[in-house]
């Protein structure tokens, strides 16, 4: 299996993963909620990874800034600014814990040059606003 398909699947693992436990661990179900669909799982992940990832990351990316282990220096920076834009209508504790899978979006988008699976993953890590 290619190292880009491996990074993919780990990436949809772990939002499974985090899923299952908030269900298991903390008791909540999975309601679904039509009225979130168009704006959580279309608009926010188109316009978040369009911009973060295919203007802001590519952009760093392409001053050829150091890599830290195996994640671009350019990919930390977008997650800190993504995690910071988070904060505006949310919690300091939401803003905090988006900056994990953003840079799981980063690595998506470093290994395929593209935002659709950047796009997917996050729509599907944002049906976590329908556990309660």
Same mark, same amino acid.
């Given at each position: ?45 188109? &316009?978040?990874?369009? *911009? /973060?990832?295919? %203007?802001?990351?590519e952009w @760093? ?6 890599? !830290? ?25 939401? &803003?905090?814990?988006? *900056? /994990?899978?953003? %840079?799981?979006?980063?690595? @998506?988008?470093s290994e395929?040059?593209?935002? !659709? ?16």
């Open positions: 299996m290619e190292r880009k398909n491996i990074i993919l699947l780990t990436a949809f693992s772990l939002g499974a993963a985090y899923f299952g436990a908030r269900i298991l661990f903390l008791g909540g179900s999975f309601v679904f909620d039509s009225s979130k669909v168009l704006r959580y799982l279309l608009l926010a992940p188109v &316009a978040e990874e369009l *911009f /973060f990832r295919g %203007v802001m990351q @760093l990316e392409r001053l050829k800034l150091p890599s !830290l282990y195996a994640v671009s220096s350019a990919n930390i920076a977008v997650s800190v600014v993504f995690a910071v834009f988070h904060l505006w209508g949310g919690e300091s504790l939401h &803003a905090f814990l988006v *900056f /994990f899978p953003s %840079v799981v979006f980063g690595c @998506l988008y395929y040059r593209s935002v !659709l699976p950047c796009v997917l993953c996050h729509a599907f890590y944002n049906l976590n606003v329908m556990i309660v």
